[in-house]
């Protein structure tokens, strides 16, 4: 897909644990198409989140885009920031979207005290292929690690995403978005961590 | 740069993106406020948080209420001394706040008011559905409903000029979709207003004894007849002409946006009427919808309740218009629950009998398939959550005797889940202490009645409910969780503990004497994270007569972790000694925290999530868990 200012619309979800940083992938993405003169809606809900819970946040771009909330069937791009999230929202995908997929898996409370059994990865991604064939892997914890903390991993998420080369933004208003989102002590080390999954996905696409 | 800074050195006509509250945060800068007030509630809570920071910045008083009717009061007084105020608070919070909003309808307002209420469909992070709207119907207020961020800016601005105008305050409804949107803001010019508070007395407006208020329910009326008038005129209430179906749409709010994206999707034009302000409702504007679409099925799409809807009904009725009228009465769309794009699609594609583009049942049956498949993931009290060892505590002391437990609003109603399973009945903010004066009294040879209260939580209701158990001799427990915070929506200050406002430090009032004062005897200060002196004060509370309060202290953990790494400092994790370990499930099964994992018939304990509170160590009855040596933390 070639860059293009007339988008229509473009859906894109992120998913994930409370804590690992859901939020704040889905505002940098949508910083950075504002960035890109683009219309863009988030829609997200707080309260009752405690670190732990299920989170997810919906980003809208395009010109026609009006409601917070993306419509069945509409959902371009799923990124899962954990395996287990990523399939419990991926009803809203479409045959030719893209599901991007963190493979660290964060656990329930139920699956660590052995009650109940967590999905190997190749049972989600087969329940994904449902929908969609086009399925993506990236282990954002390895590559986070290399920038000194796992709290990089949305990061390393957004510059994946960045990598598959599907949005309509350069990879530049990620490292401005970033710039202008986060304290200056946290620039080095969230651009580093953009870099990497960038250049991961890149090099898994070709 | 942070959000706050953002909204501060953006220049006017630029767009920043911001969370719907924080527009109508925004909104009431431009505006001119000089007050403004709130007690935290989601989805409101961001209005509040983000007037704080902004206060250190413009020239307005804020605080953070005890309660939201005194929140509303501070707003009052300060709109009646001709300033402009802005009060915010979750729908539920307008319940307590509803005193005071039905009478200040009657003596209204000298500077504009805007009285936000954010309600919550689905209820999200609250105890029930309700639709604000009522209450504008009710106290004779004008509404204003935004349906996004630019929207939540505009119209809060908008809001306080048609309170100038009537000389009422304005309710601004927002919904849980409105206020946590975010999408570019075009902000616009600050207002500087020239203030100078005036109070004329005049007690014919101003207090109303019965002989007044009968005058004054008079005024109430008259100003709805120019706010009709308002409604009519107003740029927020606006006609979206587009070529012809066989639809046409009245609209409000988020609802708004729903159809919009409908039209697109299912490729059909339609003639909306998109209201800005649903109350009261711009009548000869909707005679003439109905008028020019006569030909058409008229559908009205709203949050919630069939408000608008039922007006409509009864503006055609008036006017002898023979529309067809369909909505919720007809069930085509729900009056439960939010609505969303697809629940709006699929009612238009009914009406206009054609195939919708989704097929919403099949859909919803494969995901409940997948649902069903794998583990939920529930909210749970964090790990180092010092609401755990008071539960883990309340059971052992009990060691199996059945109590009624009356539980309230906040992160320790998590408590309801097993293994603690504390937690009965609750209604509403301070109902713990309200229904432990009947429980103890109907039970009061069967079982003990212990109720769970936090910190803000007993400020803002549990205060009356607990002098009146003393007033009244009952014989109850009263657990004041005290985390030092207004911890679930987001860690607002509570009155226990100072501050820096704008301008000076808030007083800490401590809840031991508050207590005391109203001479209860047996007060318990204990530390959250002491298990075995919580047991002991849970026991003596449960042979004593009378009223017992225990306050378990302990700061939220996230609010410890926070501190931690401002200082650079670390958590020194706990770990399970394997050769100890003896499978016993003691604290897996009774503690329950998140940190600690089951693998290979032993406990274990993540590194990661542990945020070394230390509980657990001293609930092993193997003395199986000890904190890690500092060098070993290289997690």
């Known amino acids: ?206 | 740069m942070t959000k706050i800074k953002k909204i501060v050195s953006t220049p006017p006509g630029k767009k920043i993106i911001l969370l719907g509250n924080e527009a109508i945060a925004r909104g009431a800068i431009e505006a001119g406020i000089g007050v403004a007030s709130t007690y935290p509630g989601t989805p409101a809570s961001e209005i509040g948080d983000t007037l704080y920071h902004l206060s250190y910045f413009y020239n307005f008083h804020f605080e953070y209420a005890v309660n939201e009717i005194v929140a509303l009061e501070i707003a009052a007084a300060a709109a009646i001394s001709n300033i402009r105020s802005l009060v915010s608070m979750k729908h539920v919070g307008l319940n307590v706040a509803a005193d005071a909003f039905m009478t200040l309808a009657y003596v209204g307002v000298n500077a504009g008011m805007v009285i936000v209420s954010a309600d919550d469909p689905f209820a999200y992070s609250s105890q029930n559905e309700q639709d604000n709207r009522h209450y504008g119907i009710f106290a004779g207020i004008p509404v204003i409903e935004p349906s996004n961020p630019q929207e939540a800016k505009d119209f809060t601005k908008i809001a306080f000029e048609v309170s100038e105008k009537l000389k009422e305050p304005v309710l601004l409804r927002t919904t849980t979709r409105v206020s946590h949107m975010s999408a570019p803001v075009t902000l616009g010019e600050i207002i500087k207003r020239q203030e100078t508070p005036k109070f004329i007395r005049d007690v014919k407006r101003f207090v109303p004894v019965p002989a007044h208020a009968r005058e004054l329910h008079k005024r109430v009326l008259e100003n709805l007849e120019k706010a009709k008038k308002i409604s009519e005129e107003i740029e927020i209430n606006r006609l979206i002409i587009n070529e012809n179906s066989k639809i046409a749409v009245i609209a409000s709010g988020i609802a708004i946006n729903y159809v919009l994206d409908s039209m697109k999707r299912l490729r059909v034009g339609m003639n909306v009427l998109a209201l800005g302000m649903t109350h009261p409702l711009p009548e000869n504007k909707i005679v003439n919808f109905l008028t020019d679409n006569k030909d058409k099925e008229i559908l009205i799409v709203e949050e919630l309740d069939p408000i608008v809807e039922d007006q409509v009904k009864r503006i055609a009725y008036e006017h002898k218009i023979p529309a067809r009228i369909l909505g919720k009465r007809d069930k085509l769309l729900p009056m439960y629950h939010e609505l969303n794009p697809d629940i709006v699609t699929f009612a238009i594609s009914k009406i206009l009998k054609i195939q919708p583009p989704i097929n919403l049942e099949a859909i919803e049956k494969i995901r409940t398939e997948i649902i069903s498949k794998i583990p939920r993931r529930p909210p749970v009290m964090c790990a180092g959550c010092p609401h755990r060892a008071t539960y883990f505590a309340v059971k052992k002391a009990l060691d199996g005797r059945d109590a009624i437990f009356t539980t309230d609003i906040g992160c320790y109603t998590l408590g309801i889940m097993p293994p603690y399973q504390i937690g009965d009945v609750l209604l509403c903010m301070g109902s713990s202490i309200g229904m432990a004066n009947s429980f103890s009294e109907i039970f009061k040879n069967e079982k003990p009645v212990l109720a769970f209260i936090g910190d803000s939580t007993f400020f803002h209701a549990g205060l009356p409910a607990l002098a009146n158990g003393v007033h009244n001799g009952h014989k109850f427990i009263v657990t004041i969780m005290d985390n030092s915070t207004t911890a679930m929506t987001g860690h607002q200050p509570t009155l226990n503990i100072e501050y820096q406002l704008r301008d000076r430090k808030t007083k800490s009032i401590k809840i031991e004497d508050v207590v005391a004062s109203m001479g209860i005897k047996n007060v318990k200060v204990v530390n959250s994270f002491v298990v075995k002196k919580l047991i002991d004060a849970y026991k003596e509370a449960l042979e004593y007569d009378g009223i017992s309060v225990i306050i378990s202290r302990g700061k939220c953990i996230l609010v410890t972790l926070r501190e931690m790494r401002e200082k650079g400092q670390k958590v020194i994790p706990f770990e399970v000694i394997p050769e100890k370990c003896t499978g016993c499930r003691t604290c897996v099964d009774e503690l329950n925290c998140p940190a600690i994992l089951w693998k290979d018939d032993r406990a274990q304990i993540d590194p990661f999530l542990c945020s070394g509170c230390g509980v657990c160590a001293q609930i092993c009855p193997y003395h199986a868990i000890r904190r890690r040596m500092e060098h070993d933390n290289d997690t």
């Open chain 1, 1 to 206: 897909m070639t860059t293009t200012h007339n988008i229509d619309e473009l859906n894109i979800s992120f998913v994930g644990v409370g804590g690992t940083g859901v939020l704040t992938a889905a505002h940098l993405l949508a910083e950075a198409a504002l960035l890109e003169n683009l219309n863009v809606v988030i829609g997200e809900i707080h309260g009752m989140a405690q670190r732990g819970g299920s989170v997810f946040c919906e980003v809208r771009i395009g010109e026609n885009v009006h409601g917070p909330i993306i419509p069945i069937g509409k959902l371009d791009i799923l990124v899962g920031i954990e395996p287990l999230e990523t399939l419990r929202y991926s009803y809203k995908l479409h045959k030719k979207s893209y599901v991007l997929i963190n493979t660290y898996t964060i656990p329930p409370p139920s699956v660590s005290i052995g009650k109940e059994h967590y999905p190997s990865l190749e049972e989600i991604e087969n329940t994904l292929r449902r929908f969609t064939p086009l399925i993506y892997k990236i282990n954002a914890a390895e590559i986070a690690k290399k920038t000194g903390s796992l709290v990089t991993m949305n990061i390393v998420m957004i510059g994946a995403i960045a990598g598959l080369r599907i949005l309509p933004i350069d990879a530049n208003n990620f490292i401005k978005a970033i710039k202008t989102y986060f304290p200056e002590k946290y620039h080095e080390q969230n651009i580093k961590a953009f870099k990497l999954g960038y250049e991961n996905m890149s090099e898994n696409i070709t």
